[in-house]
């Protein structure tokens, strides 16, 4: 019997401990004891899938026109170009909704994924070194168009503000009564700098252009930025733009600490058969024409992100131009309490 009182102590003692670790202020390091899929499925209605079109003409060049950036500059390419084609790129990404006050709907997502390039050249190869180069290809870009899933009816989004060193941006549109109701993130704004080695993070987004969640560990840069911080989180393409999300003092007291940039990766270049739809017998090697492609190849667990110190530094240097065009985001960015939330106003930026 005394042995059993004995146990029983140590084990309420032990629990004790356990709940009183997780009410230290920080942000948690360990897996949640706690379900927090009610708050997750809250977080993952605010999050959408993002999509970037853009239209396309290419004027392309024999090489013995001998086009020169002085015929790009004066127009003269059109009348000597050998054909034009039309084309367009689409990429897809994530993005946050930051705002919805019944007219205005903002979201949060990364400059790369809403911003292609207006012009694209390429070369010639030189055909010994004292040849002056001379323009292959010219392409310019006509228009661009940024698509939310759920939100179609509203049109295309427009790019309120961006940073391309930093690869923030924020997109917004007009649309008075959209057919669903846009579900703006719920939580507080973190502090990425308060983050620590081994801190666990959710991430969302809309990898491959499904919705997902996935979980991760924290490693602190060894820069002296105290914001900068990675994620070992095994991410594909289409989660730039993502939510990272830590935990202070469990669930559900989930805070916006990052988003995705990127994931690492590598461009290799491989041989490839004239055709693929064909399948070939190793035994009896392929005599067929060969060609020279791309991939990208993933190194996965290791990503770059945008800590949250950054994304508020950015909002601040935009928010007057902002506001003119009638988007308040203080709200999201907890620079103004919330119905019902207590927060301490010193933020990421001020550290």
Not at 293 to 313: H, V, W
């Amino acid at each position: 019997m005394v042995g059993l009182l004995f146990l029983s102590a140590c084990m309420t003692r032990e629990i004790r401990d356990f709940r009183k670790s997780l009410s230290d202020g920080r942000y948690d390091s360990e897996f949640p004891s706690k379900n927090g899929s009610g708050e997750m499925g809250m977080i993952a209605s605010s999050v959408k899938k993002l999509y970037s079109v853009s239209y396309y003409t290419t004027w392309q060049f024999t090489r013995e026109a001998q086009v020169l950036r002085s015929h790009i500059t004066s127009g003269l390419f059109t009348r000597i170009a050998l054909g034009t084609i039309e084309t367009q790129e689409s990429v897809s990404g994530s993005a946050t909704v930051m705002l919805y006050d019944g007219q205005r709907i903002a979201l949060l997502t990364c400059e790369h994924i809403v911003n292609a390039p207006d012009t694209i050249i390429t070369w010639y190869d030189p055909l010994d070194e004292s040849q002056v180069p001379v323009i292959q290809s010219i392409t310019i870009k006509k228009k661009q168009e940024n698509w939310v899933r759920d939100m179609s009816e509203c049109g295309p989004f427009v790019v309120l503000a961006a940073d391309p060193e930093l690869d923030v941006a924020i997109i917004g549109k007009t649309c008075p009564s959209p057919s669903k109701e846009p579900v703006v993130f719920p939580f507080p704004y973190g502090h990425s700098a308060e983050l620590e080695w081994g801190s666990f993070v959710y991430i969302f987004g809309y990898p491959m252009g499904m919705p997902v969640v996935t979980k991760a560990i924290v490693s602190k840069s060894v820069q002296t930025d105290p914001d900068e911080f990675t994620v070992d989180a095994l991410l594909n393409k289409g989660y730039s733009g993502g939510l990272i999300l830590a935990i202070r003092d469990g669930v559900p007291h989930f805070e916006l600490v990052g988003m995705v940039r990127s994931v690492s990766s590598e461009e290799e270049y491989f041989l490839k058969p004239a055709s693929g739809n064909k399948r070939y017998n190793e035994i009896f090697p392929y005599k067929g024409d060969v060609f020279a492609d791309t991939r990208e190849s993933i190194r996965y667990g290791l990503n770059f992100t945008i800590p949250a110190g950054k994304i508020l530094g950015f909002y601040q240097k935009n928010r007057a131009g902002l506001l003119r065009e009638g988007f308040n985001l203080d709200p999201f960015f907890g620079l103004v309490e919330k119905p019902g939330q207590k927060r301490d106003k010193t933020s990421d930026a001020d550290n």
